[in-house]
């Protein structure tokens, strides 16, 4: 196995943003970015909610700043700070979108049905829906 070091720098360029993808331990390592503003790998390790390697977090971190979620920015001795180039809200609009294609055929409709009907919704989640759903009634 090749041992990454964070001066190396990738010749691939990021990918298109129009998807936004993340996997498990990519959303662990940005809300620990979110919730700091700027971090540095060892601080993602620090903060991170379960135990990971730092090999683990430093490539993660370089998928991320391929894909164009995260930003590189200054040297602080000899670990380099991040910060997001992404918002929460972006990621997760992203991802709805994904899953309303995928699984619910792009209906919004199915997707809010299936989050009604599971088990998880509280009476309050309801009539925040039924604010939500009687706002967009109402607005021109």
């Known amino acids: 196995m090749t041992d990454i070091s964070e001066d190396q720098t990738s010749d691939r360029a990021p ?3 129009t998807s936004l993808r993340l996997t ?5 390592v940005m ?11 060892g601080e993602v390790v620090a903060n991170i909610s379960r135990k990971l390697a730092y090999t683990t977090v430093l490539t993660t971190v370089r998928i ?3 894909k ?3 930003k590189r920015g200054q040297k602080v001795g000899k670990a380099y700070t991040y910060t997001a180039a992404v918002s929460r809200g972006e990621i997760r609009r992203s991802m709805i979108s994904d899953l309303k ?5 792009g209906s919004v409709k199915s997707l809010v049905m299936s989050l009604i009907e599971s088990d998880s919704v ?3 989640d309801v009539a925040a829906l039924r604010e ?8 021109p």
């Not at 620990?32 to 503003?37: A, G, L, M, P, S």
């Open 15 to 17: 990918c298109s943003r």
């Open 24 to 28: 498990r331990c990519e959303l662990e």
């Open 31 to 41: 809300e620990v970015v979110w919730r700091q503003e700027q971090v540095t790998v």
């Open 64 to 66: 991320l700043e391929e």
């Open 68 to 70: 164009g979620i995260l």
């Open 101 to 105: 294609e995928q699984l619910f055929g």
């Open 122 to 124: 509280s009476p309050d």
């Open 132 to 139: 939500a759903a009687e706002k967009l009634e109402s607005s």
